[in-house]
């Protein structure tokens, strides 16, 4: 296709905006704004971007849908640039393929999925394909976007991908340098009321490029990608991993863990529901009293932490309970000898958290009149060494419990817990 057609894919008709609070105006032709406006997309501006972050910072009650609206944006302004620069033979179908791939690509989301990554929950992205295929009116709107649902699929699930176009594509959408990231940074940062996570987007996509058919960066452009990883260690340790949000995960977690284990609920009792629905779970089970901690999750009763330390990789009690459900019977010994002290204590308020290891490491080349180099050999701030320092200074083994309980007794019991093991 020639650079005049592929422009046109991405900005003839583009007269329909919505105003966004981060991004100002977004830009939709008619055939995406019907997509955008069908009901398995829409339902994501009912599913909370952050799940329980706005019982720390109110102000992050931003949703699953400004998400998708920001990553189709900052998507579609990055291939406006690689039209530009590249000698790429984009086709239109593919270009209307991977703008409808941004704006769907998380309709499989179902509510704190975050909290759920160790178990054996389906990815999102499997499940938004699903609804692509089962969804008759959401597969003919991506349709008569001029995009394949095939392709769409691809896209977003980087699985069958034969082709290279696709390829390229997928590789914007969810790589090392992509737009969720930077829609979700800035936006996560804005709605929380936080400086940590704002980026210079528009300089990162003027120095975007095409580089054996994955996105690079001009040299000059080196500083904001070691911003951007900056930030997310920053939002991490601030906003996603602080002390009140992980309560409310952990507290989450354990609820359903102990709904899966007594078989009250299901994974796929998850799949496709609101924040709504999933706040229903303790009236349909009102017979099982862990499900109360999601009700305590909702009215912002987080348990306390009471007991932590760092994260060691040949730890006794990080090896024992990183299977979940080990974990649970571990909280349980830990429990029995808490009911001596606290008569009213529950067994499900007794819940460890281990965080998961999260990388700051980036494939992304760098370019120069020198060529490509990788990231990692260029810059002087994420060496692999201070990528592991990163990591090792955000996880920590912690337990939380009501805040009556005190965190001497907790300690004392958890390293007898350790001496013995």
């Not at 007594?262 to 999933?278: A, G, H, K, P, V």
Request: aromatic content about 10%; hydrophobic content about 35%; overall charge negative.
């Amino acid at each position: 296709m020639d650079r005049k057609t592929a422009e046109s894919a991405l900005d003839t008709g583009f007269d329909h905006t919505l105003r966004d609070p981060l991004w100002k105006d977004i830009a939709l032709d008619e055939s995406l704004r019907k997509l955008y406006l069908e009901k398995n997309v829409q339902k994501l501006a009912d599913i909370k971007q952050n799940g329980p972050a706005y019982n720390i910072y109110p102000g992050a009650v931003h949703t699953r849908l400004n998400h998708s609206l920001g990553v189709y944006h900052i998507g579609r302004l990055m291939m406006r640039k690689l039209v530009q620069t590249s000698d790429e033979d984009f086709s239109y179908t593919g270009i209307r393929s991977f703008l409808a791939a941004c704006l769907l690509h998380d309709i499989g989301h179902f509510p704190y999925a975050h909290s759920l990554k160790e178990l054996s929950i389906r990815e999102h992205e499997d499940l938004a394909c699903d609804l692509i295929d089962s969804d008759k009116s959401l597969n003919e709107a991506v349709q008569e976007c001029g995009a394949d649902p095939e392709t769409v699929k691809k896209i977003i699930s980087k699985k069958n991908i034969t082709d290279r176009e696709s390829g390229i594509y997928s590789s914007i959408l969810s790589g090392a340098l992509d737009p969720d990231k930077l829609d979700y940074l800035n936006r996560d940062a804005f709605f929380a009321g936080v400086p940590y996570g704002l980026q210079d987007t528009g300089y990162i996509i003027s120095s975007i490029r095409l580089h054996e058919g994955k996105p690079a960066l001009v040299r000059q452009a080196l500083s904001s990608l070691e911003h951007l990883l900056f930030s997310k260690y920053l939002m991490y340790r601030n906003v996603y991993w602080h002390k009140g949000v992980r309560s409310a995960t952990a507290m989450i977690k354990k609820a359903l863990l102990e709904g899966l284990k007594e078989n009250r609920i299901t994974c796929q009792d998850l799949y496709f529901i609101d924040d709504s629905q999933f706040s229903l779970f303790p009236q349909i089970h009102s017979g099982f009293p862990p499900f109360s901690l999601i009700t305590r999750v909702f009215r912002n009763q987080l348990l306390s932490r009471v007991y932590e330390k760092p994260y060691e990789e040949d730890g006794k009690l990080e090896r024992k309970a990183g299977d979940l459900f080990r974990r649970l019977e571990i909280e349980e010994i830990f429990y029995n000898e808490l009911k001596k002290h606290y008569a009213g204590l529950e067994s499900f308020e007794i819940i460890i958290d281990i965080q998961e290891p999260v990388s700051f490491e980036s494939s992304t080349m760098i370019l120069d009149e020198d060529g490509a180099k990788p990231f990692s050999d260029v810059t002087q701030l994420f060496t692999r060494d201070v990528n592991r320092q990163f990591t090792a200074s955000l996880r920590n083994v912690s337990l939380y419990a009501p805040s009556y309980v005190s965190e001497k007794l907790v300690t004392e019991l958890i390293n007898e817990y350790i001496r013995e093991n």
